[in-house]
């Protein structure tokens, strides 16, 4: 019997201690792990060759974007600080009447399209074909939703027609010794 519990000891005692050193392994494991993966700064990140050129890239085109609007403000400022006050006050003024001009033009095609949707629905037309029938008032609007409706409706006819004509259906040959379809017949209603 004490062979036994010597035997059961040993593998109990054996059992502790491998849970021990799986328990420091996965701890010192875990503290391995934690160093290696700190947190990579943007100069890391870029020492990558394939993300900095992707980082140049992007740079390039934001500055070629924003550029042509920064010169271009950049000049009209040197010209305003050239002129006096009062023609200075006139360019500003006609700037911001352009301004409300465009504006206004951006509101109203707005309201335009709100509109030509409005008649599409009733009509029971997409709103894809919104662009296809904006004109450049309601009016002109309204008889090109109303061409394309009759175009459409004309077409729809026109195809469903040419449907319903179709082929007739061809008399089946059948082979009078073996029974069988001939080849045309199967050919026809596959």
Do not use: C, W
């Not at 059961?8 to 010192?28: A, F, H, I, L």
């Not at 870029?46 to 403000?73: C, H, M, W």
């Not at 000049?75 to 050239?82: H, I, P, Q």
């Not at 009016?139 to 077409?155: A, G, H, M, Q, R």
């Amino acid at each position: 019997m004490e062979t036994g519990t010597g035997v059961g000891t040993e593998t109990t005692s054996n059992t502790v201690e491998s849970m021990n050193t799986d328990t420091v392994g996965t701890e010192v494991g875990a503290q391995t792990k934690t160093a290696e993966e700190k947190p990579k700064t943007f100069d890391d990140i870029l020492a990558n060759p394939e993300y900095q050129s992707e980082f140049d890239r992007r740079i390039n085109s934001a500055v070629i974007k924003n550029g042509e609007a920064i010169k271009k403000t950049h000049d009209e400022e040197m010209r305003l600080s050239t002129l006096s006050q009062t023609e200075k006050d006139k360019a500003l003024e006609k700037k911001r009447i352009t301004d409300l001009e465009a504006r206004e033009t951006e509101v109203r095609v707005g309201n335009l399209k709100l509109d030509a949707i409005k008649i599409l629905d009733e009509k029971d037309i997409s709103a894809k074909a919104l662009e296809m029938v904006l004109g450049k008032d309601a009016e002109s609007t309204k008889v090109n939703i109303d061409n394309f409706t009759s175009l459409l409706s004309e077409e729809v006819e026109r195809k469903v027609n040419d449907r319903l004509k179709g082929t007739s259906i061809k008399a089946a040959e059948v082979n009078t010794k073996t029974g069988d379809t001939s080849p045309a017949f199967k050919r026809n209603f596959r």
